[in-house]
Nanobody, 127 residues
Framework: QVQLVESGGGLVQAGDSLRLSCAAS????????MGWFRQAPGKEREIVGG????????YYAASAKGRFTISRDNAKNTVYLQMNSLKPEDTAIYYC????????????????????WGQGTQVTVSS
């Protein structure tokens, strides 16, 4: 079992930056690939990006490439999402998720691949 708690969301203006954090419980964090997803009102949950257990592999949605960076600190059981140049269309609830996966070259990208989810943190970008 893994419990995930996101933090760092808030209200920002277009062009600003935010860093989201996701703290995981348990001593086996380094055996989990991690993902960041988001869900805007009336829309389906979508991938933002993922990172393998070692950080060797990452995946980014087209909307996130060049603006967002995923990283992790296995010693702190934490995964981060650095978001730069935020746009109003980035407004959503952001969720982190975990998937047991020992393949350090795989960063899962689909909602259905992940087993554990956090409660989400709201990000609102004003124009």
């Amino acid at each position: 079992q893994v419990q995930l708690v996101e933090s760092g969301g808030g209200l920002v203006q277009a062009g600003d930056s935010l860093r989201l954090s996701c703290a995981a419980s348990g001593r086996t964090f380094s055996t989990y690939a991690m993902g960041w997803f988001r869900q805007a009102p009336g829309k389906e949950r979508e991938i933002v990006g993922g990172i393998s257990w070692s950080g060797a592999a990452t995946y980014y949605a087209a909307s996130a490439k060049g603006r967002f960076t995923i990283s992790r600190d296995n010693a702190k059981n934490t995964v981060y999402l650095q978001m730069n140049s935020l746009k109003p269309e980035d407004t959503a609830i952001y969720y982190c998720a975990a998937k047991f996966d020992l393949n350090e070259q795989r960063a899962p990208s689909r909602v259905t691949e992940y087993n554990y989810w956090g409660q989400g943190t709201q990000v609102t970008v004003s124009s």
